[in-house]
């Protein structure tokens, strides 16, 4: 089983910053793409940002240059650098994951649970 596990959401003004992490664990033999989404109420789930094993990495229009993603493959952990922080940020914050279990298996995709990120004015 594999599990991705979000953590530092929370309530921040206008402004601020926040870091996101997502710590993939259990059965991992390698982990293809990772990113970030995001689905505000009422609204449909987007894509925040997306960082390959190797190639370029990809950022949504609204949070280019104040946002930064970023991953650790000795630990299997994904970041969120969040700056600049705006109302229209709010939203609940999802990482997402293609890993392989074994050599022979296909990369299934894994999502975390989510975690609130709230910007107030």
């Known amino acids: 089983q594999v599990q991705l596990v979000e953590s530092g959401g929370g309530l921040v003004q206008a402004g601020g910053s926040l870091r996101l992490s997502c710590k993939a664990s259990?059965?991992?033999?390698?982990?293809?793409?990772m990113g970030w989404y995001r689905q505000a109420p009422g609204k449909q789930r987007e894509l925040v940002a997306v960082i390959p094993s190797g190639g370029q990495i990809n950022y949504a229009d609204s949070v280019k240059g104040r946002f930064t993603i970023s991953r650790d493959n000795t630990k299997n952990v994904l970041y969120l650098q969040m700056n600049s922080l705006e109302t229209e940020d709010t939203a609940v914050y999802y990482c997402?994951?293609?890993?392989?279990?074994?050599?022979?298996?296909?990369?299934?995709?894994?999502w975390g649970q989510g975690t609130q990120v709230t910007v107030s004015s």
């Open positions: 259990g059965s991992i033999f390698n982990i293809n793409d």
């Open positions: 997402n994951a293609a890993i392989k279990s074994t050599f022979a298996s296909p990369y299934r995709t894994y």
